[in-house]
């Protein structure tokens, strides 16, 4: 199975030991650290997000080039106090996109074997979601339903080769 991940801020406390180690490495010196625990917790977490944010943003530059190419359907289930709630989104931009995802505190977006997959976590539970590009009869099928916000026009798209794709983003954006 080929596996690639795009961003990942869930596993943020698993990467705070390098963190650490890298900070003591670039900055111990300077700072007169003896060792890396000297490093202060403050130090660790704003690197981290620091990352998480340039990656962030990079991400989002990519893909907005692929959004202006080509139309994207995203479905899949948003965990709320009171079970999941099944839903969709035709995607044009990374506009449309953070609206999907805004609202969580945690999120990996990922892709194995060309499908493209969003998990994403906050206060109410989880979400989880599957992007497909839209084929040219898929994007006529859904402009002569007038791109409606409706359960069976995205099942409908996703479930037919003819009307939708896998995304296969890895390899447009990064060629591998």
Known sequence: MKSYVFYDDTADYEAYDDVRAFLFDTYGEDNGWATADDVPDN??????????NADWRELLHDLGRVFK???YLLTGTCGRWCGPAQG???INSTDDLLT????????KLYEENGHFYIDGYHHD?????EL???TQKGYEFADRNYFAHDRQLHTTI???NFYS????????????
């Open 43 to 52: 130090w660790v977490y704003d690197e981290i997000s620091e990352q998480n």
């Open 69 to 71: 190419e080509d139309c």
């Open 88 to 90: 969709g989104k035709f």
């Open 100 to 107: 999907c995802i805004r609202h969580l505190d945690k999120v």
């Open 125 to 129: 539970g989880s979400d989880h979601y």
């Open 132 to 134: 497909k590009r839209l």
């Open 158 to 160: 996703m479930q037919n």
């Open 165 to 176: 794709a896998l995304p296969r983003l890895a390899s447009r954006l990064y060629g591998v």
